[in-house]
């Protein structure tokens, strides 16, 4: 299972290569009684020419092993937005997780995140943190987590070139509505505050609806606000994406 875990991990790797997106990992948790692997792929792509050419592509994948303490997670996404030879958006990451049962209402925690971003000047974050988990609540139709850990992060600014190496919070709440089999939304948000000067933070919210079609695809629609206090030279304080997708879970 390692090896194949980590094999995955290098294809993905390999394959994809810029990113600075929302990481909801709570959206990619996939809620299952059953051990064993699980995942979903999506993917969008469009191509317009009229007065411009515009091209738009994104695609996303993650991977899920469960045993009965332990839970491996993998997510990687990709996102392009094109006009006219000029990058409007140019983004990749991934994000890798360990999570261990240690009661029936707390888990501990560890993960990395690799993340680039042309067109918002950042030319590496790679970010390492580890803490508790904790189930609020957990029934059927709602679900209610919250976590509070503490991550490393290294960041390289491209122009300027900028390198920060850093300590930061990385506190969140998730809430998740799933009134039947069809229909679920997830709503996640974090707050990750830097610890030697706490006026620098960042707040990062997503709300997605999904909505399965068949027993293995999902019609989705996401919301993504992220504000940052202090960005990258020449990026806003606030970037925010409305997206639309379909997922195939295996």
Wanted: glycine share 4%.
């Amino acid at each position: 299972m390692v090896r194949l875990f980590c094999f995955l991990l290098f294809l993905i790797t390999s394959f994809t290569a810029g990113a600075q997106l929302i990481v909801n990992v709570e959206n990619s948790r996939i809620q299952s009684d059953t051990t064993g692997w699980k995942g979903d792929v999506g993917t969008a792509f469009s191509f317009t020419q009229n007065v411009q050419q515009l091209l738009s592509v994104s695609g996303a994948m993650h991977l899920q092993y469960k045993t009965q303490k332990n839970l491996y997670l993998l997510i990687a996404n990709y996102n392009l937005l094109k006009a006219n030879q000029q990058n409007f958006s140019n983004n990749m990451f991934y994000h890798l997780r360990y999570n261990r049962k240690l009661s029936e209402l707390v888990r501990w925690e560890a993960f990395t995140q690799w993340q680039q971003n042309s067109v918002t000047n950042i030319d590496l974050r790679a970010l390492f943190g580890t803490g508790p988990r904790f189930r609020v609540l957990d029934s059927k139709v709602f679900k209610f987590y919250a976590g509070t850990l503490v991550m490393y992060e290294h960041e390289r600014d491209k122009n300027p070139k900028i390198i920060y190496n850093d300590m930061r919070g990385d506190d969140y709440v998730t809430f998740t509505y799933k009134p039947n089999a069809v229909f679920d939304m997830t709503t996640t948000t974090f707050y990750q505050p830097l610890f030697r000067a706490p006026k620098d933070f960042r707040i990062l919210n997503q709300v997605t609806f999904s909505i399965k079609a068949t027993k293995h695809l999902s019609l989705t629609t996401s919301w993504d606000y992220s504000y940052d206090a202090s960005p990258a030279v020449g990026t806003p304080n606030i970037n925010y994406v409305i997206g639309n997708g379909i997922n195939y879970t295996f």
